[in-house]
T-cell receptor, first 120, second 110 residues
Framework: GAVVSQHPSWVICKSGTSVKIECRSLDFQATTMFWYRQFPKKSLMLMATSNEGSKATYEQGVEKDKFLINHASLTLSTLTVTSAHPEDSSFYIC????????????????FGPGTRLTVL | GQQLNQSPQSMFIQEGEDVSMNCTSS?????WLWYKQDPGEGPVLLIALYKAGELTSNGRLTAQFGITRKDSFLNISASIPSDVGIYFCAGQGGSEKLVFGKGTKLTVNP
């Protein structure tokens, strides 16, 4: 099956620094990539949707200047948490979709293994 | 926004027992999906449902897309210890976006 990787798998940083997380589709081209945030024992919350070569679409309440998303190619999207603070500590998960469904359905989304961010 | 109500929140069962969990929505979805997430990992797709009334199996797992398109259930038969994890339902409406339920944490006692 399709594989999505994330790097790093975990990161610890000081408050005020910026952290970049990479999401790669290893064996397919992803027309769309999604970024989720998951707090402990909670569900996945969609942060933003990004399409290659265009600006990301952010969900309501997500600060686009805080969470910078770049989708430079069909196999790579990055999420940069700028000026991170302890409340940004979370599990960040990306998914990649191929959008090859028909009618009212869409192609499967393949999830990465997640990145654990801890801000001290 | 769209929300999914997933129940139960947690389950503690004995190995060999069957398990059932469900999701309901206030709005219609075109696709229902069931995922399993292990600690520190991303979700893995178990079953995808694309048509109202559809009943689909994947090994010991069976899921159905409710005919009202507002609900779905997942059954696991003859549970084994490796079934432990958090199970999420997700719905997909008129866009690629997935809306996730809050998860069902399954514990299987050997």
């Amino acid at each position: 099956g399709a594989v999505v990787s994330q790097h790093p798998s975990w990161v610890i940083c000081k408050s005020g620094t910026s952290v970049k997380i990479e999401c790669r589709s290893l064996d397919f081209q992803a027309t769309t990539m999604f970024w989720y945030r998951q707090f402990p024992k909670k569900s996945l919350m969609l942060m933003a949707t990004s399409n290659e070569g265009s600006k990301a679409t952010y969900e309501q309440g997500v600060e686009k200047d805080k969470f910078l998303i770049n989708h430079a190619s069909l196999t790579l999207s990055t999420l940069t948490v700028t000026s991170a603070h302890p409340e940004d500590s979370s599990f960040y998960i990306c998914s990649a979709g191929t959008n090859v469904g028909g009618g009212t359905t869409f192609g499967e989304q393949f999830f990465g293994p997640g990145t654990r961010l801890t801000v001290l | 926004g769209q929300q999914l109500n997933q129940s139960p929140q947690s389950m503690f069962i004995q190995e060999g027992e069957d398990v059932s969990m469900n999701c309901t929505s206030s709005s219609i979805f075109n696709t229902w999906l069931w995922y399993k997430q292990d600690p520190g990992e991303g979700p893995v797709l178990l079953i995808a449902l694309y048509k109202a009334g559809e009943l689909t199996s994947n090994g010991r797992l069976t899921a159905q897309f409710g005919i009202t398109r507002k609900d779905s259930f997942l059954n696991i038969s003859a549970s084994i210890p490796s079934d432990v994890g958090i199970y999420f339902c997700a719905g997909q409406g008129g866009s690629e976006k997935l809306v996730f339920g809050k998860g069902t944490k399954l514990t299987v006692n050997p």
